[in-house]
C-alpha cells in the first residue's frame, strides 16, 4: 500500500463526515463509515475519553444532519509504515456556527486502509 492511499483515505473520510453531519449525503451511505473502520477500532476522543467501535458508529449516527453549516478540513502532515500498518497524523479544522475548532490526530490503519485506532488532542483549548 502507498503512503498516497492513506491520505485519500483520511481526506475522503473527513468529506463523508462534513457531509454526514450537515445532511447533505443520503442515509443510506453510512456504510462507508462502517467499512472503514476495522472490527476491533478505538478512539481516543479530544477529553480523553476511550470509545469503542459501536460507540463511535453510534455516535456519527445519532449526529447525522446535526450540524447543517459544518465544515471539516484535514491536512495530513505525515504517513509513516510501521511493520504491516500505517501511522497517520493529521490536523482537524472543524467550523461550526463560527466556532472554529482545532485537534490534531494519530491515526493507525492496516494493511488493508481500515482505520485501527485514533487519537485526538485538542490544539488551542483550555
Avoid at 462502517?34 to 449526529?63: H, M, Y
Wanted: with cysteine; charged share 30%; hydrophobic share 35%.
Amino acid at each position: 500500500m502507498k503512503h498516497s492511499e492513506i491520505i485519500k483515505e483520511v481526506e475522503t473520510l473527513h468529506i463523508f463526515f462534513e457531509e454526514w453531519f450537515t445532511g447533505k449525503c443520503d442515509k443510506n451511505l453510512f456504510k462507508r463509515v462502517e467499512n472503514a473502520l476495522c472490527e476491533d477500532f478505538s478512539l481516543i476522543s479530544p477529553n480523553g475519553q476511550i470509545l469503542d467501535r459501536k460507540s463511535v458508529l453510534d455516535s456519527i449516527r445519532f449526529n447525522y444532519a446535526s450540524s447543517r453549516d459544518k465544515t471539516i478540513r484535514v491536512i495530513v502532515k505525515e504517513v509513516k509504515t510501521i511493520g504491516d500498518h500505517y501511522l497517520a497524523i493529521y490536523e482537524e479544522i472543524q467550523v461550526t456556527e463560527d466556532v472554529e475548532t482545532k485537534r490534531i490526530s494519530t491515526a493507525i490503519f492496516n494493511a488493508n486502509c481500515q482505520w485501527v485506532h485514533v487519537h485526538e488532542t485538542w490544539i488551542g483549548q483550555n
